[in-house]
């Protein structure tokens, strides 16, 4: 038995009306699959190219190694030259994942490449993220912790998504204090066996190729694996729902620092017992 996951909508293009009215505003997600054609990154953006304006950065990667308590929050596991993670990633599969860097800052020239979408909402201008991944390299089930509503545009090879809304929380295995699910769950084959709740969830999944942008809305739930080695980049938008604005102040100011704080006082065990309340809080709801 399979997750129960419904295919993402599809357009190719899409008017700011049409986009406001049918996926804002009822926030659902949608790809559109040539919002890039006319940017220079549709026939730029490559690898190559990246490790041509960025190798000699130093970069921070991350794995899919379990939470630590002695690690900080979103705490990169590595560092590495640009250039060398790129030869990895063209010449073998790894782990390693480029995490939240943020392009404007660092490469200042790739901003030419790119367009804000006018699709009606306002970006923060100062926060493009890329994410860069090997072959069947992927994310743990996660939100973001600002619940914005996302652009996420990808660039060469594959990629598979997998989104929940908030309303799926209670079936996810959702570890409290955080905003990720049980680690060990891999969603692209989930054993519904030992997870059992998984059953009662509802969501979406899509492949993304090259130049195609996914609309997720704020809040929404994301696994993400590279089906082969490429990137992506994110802009976001702050959520428009107050509820979940003030969500999204409580988890930067508190959820986070409460978090840290209890690592450091209780350790390996207050990380052990966050993974067994996912359980016992989900458990309630298996029919």
Not at 202 to 228: C, N, V
Request: aromatic share 16%; no cysteine.
């Amino acid at each position: 038995m399979a997750l129960n996951l419904q295919d993402i909508p599809r357009v190719k293009t899409i008017s700011k009306e049409d986009f406001i009215k049918n996926y804002y505003k009822p926030q659902k997600p949608v790809v559109i699959e040539e919002l890039t054609f006319n940017w220079p990154a549709f026939s730029k953006w490559s690898l190559d190219y990246m490790n041509g304006v960025a190798g000699h950065k130093t970069v921070p990667l991350y794995d899919d190694r379990p939470v630590d308590y002695k690690e900080g929050f979103n705490e990169a596991h590595a560092k590495m030259k640009m250039s060398d993670y790129i030869d990895l990633l063209k010449s073998k599969p790894t782990k390693y994942r480029i995490f939240l860097w943020n392009i404007l800052k660092e490469v200042p020239e790739l901003q030419q490449d790119y367009r804000f979408p006018e699709l009606g909402l306002k970006f923060m201008k100062g926060l493009p993220m890329l994410f860069f991944g090997g072959k069947d390299s992927h994310t743990f089930m996660h939100y973001d912790i600002d619940l914005a509503n996302i652009f996420h545009f990808h660039f060469q090879g594959e990629k598979e998504i997998i989104l929940f809304d908030q309303n799926q929380n209670d079936f996810l295995y959702k570890v409290p204090h955080a905003l990720i699910t049980r680690e060990d769950i891999n969603f692209s084959d989930p054993d519904l066996k030992k997870w059992p709740a998984l059953k009662r969830a509802r969501g979406y999944k899509t492949i993304l190729k090259h130049g195609e942008t996914l609309y997720m809305p704020e809040g929404y739930w994301h696994y993400m694996k590279y089906k082969t080695p490429g990137f992506s980049m994110s802009l976001r938008s702050i959520p428009k729902n107050p509820k979940n604005l003030g969500r999204a102040v409580y988890n930067v100011f508190f959820m986070r620092n409460f978090d840290n704080l209890m690592r450091r006082i209780k350790g390996q065990k207050w990380i052990d017992w966050k993974n067994e309340q996912a359980i016992l809080r989900t458990n309630k709801y298996i029919l």
